[in-house]
């Protein structure tokens, strides 16, 4: 009796053992695939964070090249306008230029016609005095110039 119970004792923990074993194999197995799915996915994350880091570069390097040439473009715009500002500045000289010359030449109009009233007055007054008068007619003005002799 003794020797059945420890043989009976000997296989349960054959049988213990095998089943433990079958247990870690099936762990170990567990684990693997598990460590293997979990590394997948971090290298889907990484090889996606990758691929997006190389877009992010190539979109970076796209828009300084944009960024530069509207640095350019609004440059020139710039210059364009200044340039602009000044013919606009020069053309308000030319004008107040103009406008002085304008009233210059009023005055001298003014003067030249005052000077032509008094001499037209004076040889006016001086005609009916003298009689010794000839006339002469402008062919230009149809004016009469009074030349005394």
């Known amino acids: 009796m003794l020797s059945s119970m420890v043989k009976e004792h000997q296989a349960k923990q054959a049988q213990n053992r095998e089943l433990q074993e079958k247990r870690r194999l099936e762990a170990t197995v567990a684990t693997t695939k598990f460590a293997n799915a979990l590394v997948d996915s971090l290298n889907k994350g990484v090889g996606q964070a990758y691929v997006n880091q190389k877009k992010l570069d190539t979109e970076t390097k796209i828009l300084h090249a944009n960024v530069m040439q509207l640095t350019k473009q609004t440059n020139l715009w710039l210059k364009l ?69």
């Open 81 to 149: 306008i200044n340039d602009f500002n000044q013919a606009v500045k020069e053309i308000g000289d030319v004008e107040n230029w103009s406008r002085s010359i304008e009233a210059d030449m009023r005055t001298i109009s003014s003067a030249l016609e005052y000077v032509y009233k008094s001499n037209k007055v004076y040889f006016y007054t001086r005609t009916h005095t003298h009689t010794h008068t000839h006339r002469q007619t402008d062919t230009h003005s149809h004016t009469q110039i009074h030349i005394y002799s």
